[in-house]
């Protein structure tokens, strides 16, 4: 059984809507900005990959919106877009045969910032009605299938960066399973004060300036991630089905998925990432010379992308394949941050072209990695790799390719 | 050949009985274990009553490090994962790290620790942009709770898939669902599965009273869980976690492994009706429960024994028993249904893998553990629920159910593994 993807929407900070995202993405258009909504003078990180040019109201009707939180907004405009994109409504499957899996690594964290605030300021009575789901980590799917009747199988799944392809992972999953369409992918946002106060903790955020030497992926530079709102969100079908309702576009073949754990910290054995990308590739029954272009997890801290450096040397040999990290463009959206990928490697199959890596310029050589930086690289791709990392050691990577007909 | 997958370990912190023994004691003895608020002062709110679990994370084996960084959901995770695979007998260091999966379950996640650091970090609440002075490191091990099923994981030197599912009130069931799923297309052998929920605290509780959903009989708490019973007015909140051992039958049989039940089949569905509510006709989780028969390859009426979602809301126990009727027909007349819930109240993400566990314990005892504060049954509710008092028979095959916010319908079947041979 082969598992397709016919339809694509994605909302990031550098472009709503799949064509914005990926012209974008081609020109370096940035979205890492000053992030705004609140005084951020007393914080040491101030810039973001922030939205600024959404208007619910244009997007969605108005009954949704005091429900919502911004994250599942961009979740709701996203999945419209992607089934829009697919050709597809309510009635083009019969009951049960469309399911949706999403990936939510934040939860609606400036609505439930809010409702603390009532909560404690003013008193139980003032929380809102909706708290108890606009909050929670399965929001986004919930309100997806609601929207669009989706009565098959649904789920939710928390990974953080690596979430989003994990569910992805599980839409193919569920198609092989027998539901014929699986809505999929993520989104995440925390924008408020006590979210940004909460992604700082850590201390992986870059306390950088300039939006253009900020998240600057295997750049020498590399000081720390931008965090990034937004995400994208999928289609994903079985082949044959999307064949037989005329699906209007095959953007290509989820062929291979694997995820791994890394070892316990301080037991100084390998981390998982390089078995995650060995493993999706066997999965895809594809060898490494097969790949036409890497999108890396590209964590912008040193040491991390050192391991990522080193796995995929282990897998590709030296400079032995093309990596590319367009979300620096972005910022790292989370539960969005894979999506948006495995919709950029399946445009990259379209359109025959790679992006660059939004600011880097230096790599080290020691790398010994072959990344675009710059100008985007036009070849022809057919395979793609997308990897994902989640802090505490979650690996993900999925591997896209254009469709054959079998 | 269909890889088949078996549960072999079992560990549960559950109100009223920490560990397998206590909550099967509890259960079969058909004693509550819900009472009045202790852990904060709950007289603003409209209901104050939990399930509250009596958790010494001391006691428990954690260090002063572990108690301050791991949420109190992550802590119940842990210990019940130690349970499980202490009673599971597998010595996880024997295997292959990378052939080990987890997954785990919740709804709210890190809600009280999210909770007490806002406080912190707003000066209860009087600033709305709170003082980053004040964060504490391990916050985005709460912001962004993937650090639970990871603490799991290092607990037992887990390397393969490790992932939270998060589906609201199914999340327990679903991510064990998940775990078969991994064993079953062999990705990996063995997995670490259940879920963990620890949401007593003042943000949860206004939540539901917001909606209306928990019950105000606050002069009785110990009664205050009725499902199914005309006068039950709301679920009871409560705190839980079970974790399980879940393992390929074939290794489990060579090793000769206690083997509580075989996961025979697992299906969910969406109602995509609305956020909280349900429809009468409980159409997809009859959906939910016919495609987990199939997969089981068994008919309905070998169902001995139905673990029902039973929250205590009118519109929940209608719903489920309109799904009953419509997936198992006459045969939901004859066999017994029972809420757990009634007991252990509603621990949200958890409490599907806390009703795995009273499935297993049904299986092993051959007992039926009653619906207590059963004693004026909803007309509307007319099925055999069981009430007050456990019931001695041979249970070789449960229905397990679950329903939740965003729509989630979930169903399970546990059996002995003879009956799929025979």
Known sequence: MTTVITGIGAATPNGLGTEAFWKATLTGTNGVRELTGFDTSAYPSRLAGQIVDYDAKTHLPSRLLPQTDVSTRYALTAAAWALADAGVDENTLPDYDMGTVTSNALGGFAFTHQEFNKLWSKGSEFVSVYESFAWFYAVNTGQISIRHKLRGPSAALVGEQAGGLDAVGHARRTVERGTKLVVSGGVDSAFDPWGWASQLAGGRVTTATDPEAAYLPFDERAAGYVPGEGGAILVAEDAASARERGAPRIYGEIAGYASTFDPKPGTGREPGLRRAAELALADAGLAPADIDVVFADAAGLPELDRIEADALRAVFGPRGVPVTAPKALTGRMYAGGGPADLASALLSIRDGVIPASGFTERVPDAYGIDLVTGEPRTRPVSAALVLARGRWGFNSAVVVTRHTDH | ?422
């Open chain 2, 1 to 422: 050949m269909t890889r088949r997958v078996v549960i072999t370990g079992v560990g549960v912190r559950a109100p009223g009985g920490n560990g397998t023994k206590a909550f099967w004691d509890l259960l079969s003895a058909g004693r509550t274990a819900t009472r009045s608020i202790s852990f904060f002062d709950a007289s603003p709110f409209r209901s104050r009553i939990a399930g509250e679990v009596d958790f010494d994370a001391a006691a428990e084996g954690f260090g002063p490090r572990e108690i301050r960084r791991m949420d109190r959901a992550t802590q119940f995770a842990v210990a019940c994962t130690r349970e499980a695979v202490a009673d599971s007998g597998l010595d996880l260091s024997a295997l292959d790290p990378h052939r080990i999966g987890v997954s785990l379950g919740s709804a709210v996640a890190s809600a009280t620790s999210l909770e007490n650091e806002y406080l912190v970090m707003s000066d209860a609440g009087k600033q709305w942009e709170v003082d980053p002075g004040y964060l504490s490191p391990h916050m985005f091990d709460y912001l962004s709770p993937g650090v639970m099923p990871a603490e799991v994981a290092w607990e037992v030197g887990a390397e393969g898939p490790v992932t939270m599912v998060s589906d609201g009130c199914t999340s327990g069931l679903d991510s064990v669902g998940y775990a078969v799923q991994l064993i079953r297309e062999g990705t990996v052998d063995t997995v670490v599965a259940g879920a963990a929920d620890t949401p007593i605290s003042p943000i949860v509780v206004a939540c539901f009273d917001a909606i209306k959903a928990t019950t105000t009989r606050n002069d009785d708490p110990a009664h205050a869980s009725r499902p199914f019973d005309g006068t039950r007015n709301g679920f009871v909140l409560a705190e839980g976690a079970a974790m399980f051992v879940l393992e390929e039958y074939e290794a489990a049989k060579k090793r000769g492994a206690h083997i509580y039940a075989e996961v025979g089949g697992y299906a969910t569905r969406c109602n995509a009706h609305h956020m909280t509510g349900l429809r009468k006709d409980g159409r997809e989780m009859a959906e939910a429960i016919r495609v987990s028969l199939d997969e089981a390859r068994l008919d309905g009426t070998k169902i001995d024994y139905i673990n029902a979602h039973g929250s205590g809301t009118k519109q929940n126990d209608r719903h489920e028993t309109a799904a009953f009727k419509r997936s198992l027909g006459q045969h939901a007349y004859d066999v017994p249904v029972s809420s757990i819930k009634s007991m252990v109240g509603h621990s949200l993400g958890a409490i599907g893998s806390v009703e795995i566990a009273a499935s297993l314990l049904a299986i092993e005892h051959n007992v039926v553990p009653p619906t207590a504060n059963l004693h004026t049954p909803d007309p509307e509710c007319d099925l055999d629920y069981v009430p007050l008092t456990a019931r001695e028979q041979r249970v070789d095959t449960v229905l397990t159910v679950g329903s939740g916010f965003g729509g989630f319908q979930s169903a399970m079947i546990l059996h002995r593994p003879e009956v799929a041979a025979a």
